[in-house]
């Protein structure tokens, strides 16, 4: 697959060749949730976007959902990757480790913004997609696997449960990210960077279950 400036000039499009046109296709849905959000392109916009014909989308995707939804399974693979990276099997230690991964959350939400929005913005229903449930749930899984890990240091009788400590950081974590980090007018601002902000809630949470330095 290749991109190249169309020869009719006009601007932003791209033109396709000789290529995966599914692929064609995700790229084109991409730069448009990242310009107009998720809810603001159509098949129609993406096919011409990656010069094609408007039916030619239909090969693949029923609709925009679908291709929405691809996108969105798209992203969380990338994401459950990087947590998992950031998290590195509890190395050096698990509660460090659980403290990189608030990190990671927010660096994907800055980074990855059009992933993100199809993940978190498209309010697609998990029902009608099952693998962009799976993929979600592979994500979390690493949230899961690192709270099992942070519980586990603490005595028996004072374990909290470790499926409430990932649904914590993950609460944290999306918070900040949307409060905070992902650009918008409903960003808010702050006096510190945050990743700072994040880095102390954790270290606040982790105190409170005796963890991290702390009673």
Known sequence: MSWSDPTDGAPGRRGYHHGNLREALIEAALALIGSKGPAGFTVAEAARLAGVSPAAPYRHFRDAEAMLAEVAVRGFDRFAAKLAQAWDAGRP?????????????????????????????????????????????????????????????????????????????????????????RDGPSRRKLPMPPEDLLEAGVLLYLQSLGLAGGE
């Open 93 to 181: 230690a698990p509660v460090r480790a659980f403290e990189d991964l608030g990190r990671a959350y927010l660096a994907f939400a800055r980074d990855q913004t059009a992933y993100y929005a199809a993940m978190f913005d498209s309010h697609l229903p998990m029902e009608n997609h099952p693998g962009l449930q799976a993929a979600s749930d592979r994500a979390f899984a690493v949230l899961r696997e690192a709270a099992d890990q942070v519980s586990a240091t603490l005595p028996k009788g004072r374990r909290p449960p470790s499926l409430m400590m990932a649904l914590h950081l993950w609460a944290m974590a999306h918070g900040t990210a949307s409060l905070f980090v």
